[in-house]
């Protein structure tokens, strides 16, 4: 079952319960979704790395509200940005510890004989793609630099 009839079928459940802050959540995504599907050409359906792309992408949107709501002091915002991340994040592949991304991390660097901050473009390429959907750009950004300045 694709993540667009998963969401349809919650959108139906929360519109049931009358869950409106999980609606609008589910409702963005929707949107999303087929938003990416006009932009792409149409009829064929988009693949599971490019529907955890987008989920992503809202999540990072939302915590970055979430963050700006928060140093305004705008906790009834703040508050509806983080239930949307809970609520978006739970359609996301499980994150990656930061123990097992040190350890995928260090097969990468391994693999292509990495020795000095000179091979962080190639290790980034390769562990980006690997770990796609499992952990943010930033939290890899950051293990691979600690391994190759080390």
Known sequence: MSLENIINDDIKKAMLDKDSQRLNALRAVKSAILLAKTEKGGNDGLTSDAEIQILQKLVKQRRDSYDIYVSQQRQDLAEEEKLQIDVISSYLPAQLSDEELMQAVKEVVAELG???????GKVMGIASKRLSGKAEGKRISAAVKSLLSA
Do not use: K, N, R
């Open 114 to 120: 990495a020795t000095g901050p000179a091979d962080m």
